[in-house]
């Protein structure tokens, strides 16, 4: 199964192995003492995801066809999701380090394939954080000379400089993707390989979070889907700051809202906060939850993400 995924196991790995009904082979992968798993994929080219039980949803998440498993952005069968239900049950005791155990390294690929995807992430639901990254590093090189040399290595690949700047995360060469998180990212913090994915590796963005986070059990109300001629239909991360949106109180009143900020969530692995109004209201969803916006280039209706 090694050589098929690319990969090496360990000898006190945990591996289990599932073909589904197309053929396709799943690979759930727990090394002793690593707070988290790895689940490798024929039909995604064997890439790693690194997920934990928060990161399960057997059930689906809100916003998605209910009833449909996910796994972190991946959708699964209800097979699929059996087995794996019964690979984190069986693997629980192994996500716990034995006193006796050797002291386990931080597994780089993980951390690496952690920060390219929330990087990713990060310039889906808010695109426009490149640009005020960039213009927070300029002013720190400013007065950081060892930061302005670290970039000007950096830019100096014009070519990179230009794909970073245009180019789609998925499409950019590995130069361009250095340089984005670069922009983006002034350091990571990592903690023991015991703790789960998002807590052993802790971003700090060059532009932080607007505002604090509230979980899902503070919403007051929920977003309005009523249509009209001049509103359309969009998800969460589709959201951008000057956005009208409209929300249905807890007694079913409509009101409007305008988007202030949105962002990747810190705190809840792969939710999106969205802030109104300049105030922290509700301001955590899953990515597909559907919001009614006020339309800016004329009625679209029924415009779902594709």
């Given at each position: ?220 109300g929920q977003p309005s889907t009523r249509m009209s001629s001049n509103r359309e239909i969009v998800s969460a991360f589709q959201l951008r700051p000057g ?60 415009a779902f993400p594709g």
């Amino acid at each position: 199964m090694g050589e098929m995924a690319g990969v090496d196991f360990g000898p006190s790995d945990i591996v289990q192995h599932h073909v589904n009904v197309f053929g396709e082979d799943l690979i759930f992968w727990q090394r002793r003492g690593e707070g988290f798993a790895t689940l490798l994929h024929s039909d995604l080219d064997w890439h790693p995801e690194h997920i934990g039980p928060e990161h399960f949803h057997p059930n689906g998440r809100p916003g998605m066809l209910p009833g449909i498993p996910v796994v972190a952005e991946t959708i699964l069968s209800t097979a699929e999701a059996q087995w794996l239900a019964a690979c984190f049950d069986a693997a629980q005791w192994a996500r716990k380090p034995a006193v006796d155990d050797p002291p386990l390294h931080t597994n780089i690929d993980a951390r690496d394939n952690y920060v390219a995807k929330r990087v990713e992430r990060r310039l889906r639901i808010d695109p426009d954080a490149l640009t005020r990254s960039i213009q927070e590093l300029r002013a720190e090189t400013a007065i950081d000379h060892e930061l302005a040399t670290i970039a000007a290595e950096l830019e100096s690949d014009a070519e990179a400089g230009a794909e970073a700047l245009s180019t789609p995360w998925r499409e950019m060469s590995d130069k361009a993707r250095r340089l984005v998180t670069f922009y983006l990212v002034e350091e990571v913090h990592v903690g023991p390989p015991a703790l789960p994915i998002d807590e052993q590796f802790r971003i700090v963005w060059r532009c932080p979070r607007p505002a604090a986070e509230y979980d899902f059990g503070a919403r007051v109300g929920q977003p309005s889907t009523r249509m009209s001629s001049n509103r359309e239909i969009v998800s969460a991360f589709q959201l951008r700051p000057g956005d009208r949106i409209y929300w249905l109180s807890r007694h079913g009143n409509e009101r409007g809202r305008d988007v202030s900020a949105v962002w990747d969530s810190e705190d809840t692995p792969g939710a999106v906060c969205v802030l109104f109004d300049q105030l922290s209201l509700g301001d955590t969803f899953w990515p597909e939850e559907l919001f009614v916006r006020k339309a800016s280039t004329g009625p679209r209706l029924g415009a779902f993400p594709g």
